[in-house]
């Protein structure tokens, strides 16, 4: 909730502009200044700054719900509560499709399709709430300089031929993904703490980050002092601003990770460098000599991460002759 900008903090126009010539544009850099600090920086009264804390305090404190109430909400209306993914075995799983308002992660091997379930996932949203969309437009934050505009449009065309039955509707689609290519952690960042008035703006009604893994491994090694802390950091800040948007707004959040495989008899692999062709029976605990052993395949970015997400979903290449997907569901700590 601090991430919240003080534009919706209920202050006026001019308040607001003033702040930001002094790089104060979310409660939680209001909240952080002391009452002469505030003084100088707004020109009001101590007694005027008094009021504005309380009114930016009680504008950006979770409000109390009962139990009842946040299920009375999803129940009249449960389509607005997942976006369904249209594949009905793993909607079943899921109790509906993706869920709105938490952080669903995707993680697999190289080459499992993580991005183009992203695509998929992107296509529909877009769609009328009829068809079983979200009706929004979609924030597609890129990592890997994976996203295809062609793609998109070629599972767009293919999934749904009834509805896109003309090169116009196909590019108003297109118009309703925003992209953005950020291939540093501190442009994604950036770009994350960013998102609130553009989900305003632009009636956004799904945030994919394809993917988290790739920046922070390229940019933390954790091995050297310091990193691991910084990385944690990142990440912790990170996945914060998105839970408080997806909840803020009711929107599902759905971030891509790599895999690692982590032996009993030695240091866990780079996710990095297993490939489409190893053998990933190690989840099922066995090695690759076939002896069981306590190897297995885990999602990336160590435990604090794991409790982040709400939901995980683990892709894996169930049978290597014909590359089926198998879904494990686990869930996470809210």
């Not at 929004?136 to 793609?151: C, H, L, N, Q, W």
């Not at 999602?299 to 014909?322: C, E, K």
Request: aromatic share 6%.
């Amino acid at each position: 909730m601090a991430a919240k900008k003080l534009r919706r903090a209920q202050l006026s126009q001019e308040m607001c502009e003033r702040l930001s010539r002094y790089q104060i544009t979310t409660c939680q850099d209001f909240l952080c200044l002391s009452l002469l600090e505030l003084m100088k920086v707004t020109g009001q009264s101590y007694y005027e700054v008094q009021k504005l804390l309380c009114k930016v305090s009680r504008a950006c404190a979770p409000k109390m719900q009962t139990a009842y109430e946040m299920k009375l909400r999803k129940s009249v209306n449960p389509s607005s509560a997942f976006l369904s993914t249209t594949l009905h075995s793993l909607d079943r799983v899921l109790h509906g499709g993706v869920p709105c308002g938490s952080l669903t992660e995707i993680t697999s091997p190289p080459g499992c399709g993580k991005t183009q379930f992203c695509i998929m996932l992107s296509v529909l949203a877009t769609l009328p709430v009829s068809m079983g969309g979200l009706d929004g437009a979609v924030i597609y934050i890129d990592t890997e300089s994976a996203f295809s505009a062609e793609r998109l449009i070629e599972i767009a065309a293919n999934r749904f031929p009834t509805y896109y039955d003309s090169d116009e509707k196909l590019l108003c689609m297109t118009r309703s993904i925003h992209l953005y290519r950020e291939l540093t952690c501190c442009s994604v960042l950036k770009r994350i703490m960013s998102l609130e008035e553009e989900i305003i703006l632009k009636k956004v009604k799904l945030v994919i980050i394809d993917s988290v893994a790739s920046v922070v491994r390229k940019e933390f090694d954790t091995k050297l002092q310091g990193n691991l802390a910084e990385r944690s950091n990142f990440l912790n800040r990170g996945a914060s601003v998105l839970k408080y948007l997806a909840e803020e707004f009711s929107i599902p959040v759905i971030l891509t990770n790599q895999i690692t495989t982590a032996l009993s008899s030695g240091p866990g692999l780079r996710a990095d460098l297993v490939s489409p062709d190893d053998d990933l029976s190690l989840s099922e605990g066995s090695s690759v000599s076939g002896k069981r052993d306590s190897g297995y395949v885990t999602a990336a970015l160590g435990n604090t991460w794991s409790h982040s997400v709400n939901t995980r979903l683990i892709l894996q290449y169930h049978d290597l002759p014909t590359r089926q997907s198998q879904h494990h569901l686990i869930f996470g700590n809210p």
